[in-house]
Nanobody, 125 residues
Framework: QLQLVESGGGLVQPGGSLRLSCAAS????????IGWFRQAPGKEREGVSC????????KYADSVKGRFTISRDNAKNTVYLQMNSLKPEDTAVYYC??????????????????WGQGTQVTVSS
């Protein structure tokens, strides 16, 4: 069974950091681009960052550029999202997802075939 599992969410103060992990089971991530998305209450799911299967290419939403870093370790079948300088507006459920296709479409949720269940990130003092 193909499965993605996110971990690393939690409660953090503004200015703090968290590292999210996305681990795959039942398949290898080597041939998939991976995206991180988030959804806050009452808002649509939005693309945060994505990384190509090789790890060479990455994209970031303007709202997180310079603060978040996506990376992958294919040997561990895991993708990470390092989040620094967190702000209250980063509060959301964060999801990872996997797809095979044109990397130019990696920030669109519609591109993705497989999704994790999400992990809550709350930034509050």
């Amino acid at each position: 069974q193909l499965q993605l599992v996110e971990s690393g969410g939690g409660l953090v103060q503004p200015g703090g950091s968290l590292r999210l992990s996305c681990a795959a089971s039942g398949f290898t991530l080597d041939y998939y681009a991976i995206g991180w998305f988030r959804q806050a209450p009452g808002k649509e799911r939005e693309g945060v960052s994505c990384i190509s299967s090789s790890g060479i290419n990455t994209k970031y939403a303007d709202s997180v550029k310079g603060r978040f870093t996506i990376s992958r370790d294919n040997a561990k079948n895991t993708v990470y999202l390092q989040m620094n300088s967190l702000k209250p507006e980063d509060t959301a459920v964060y999801y990872c997802a996997a797809f095979q296709g044109l990397f130019s479409a990696c920030m669109s949720p519609k591109s993705y075939q497989y999704w994790g269940q999400g992990t809550q990130v709350t930034v509050s003092s």
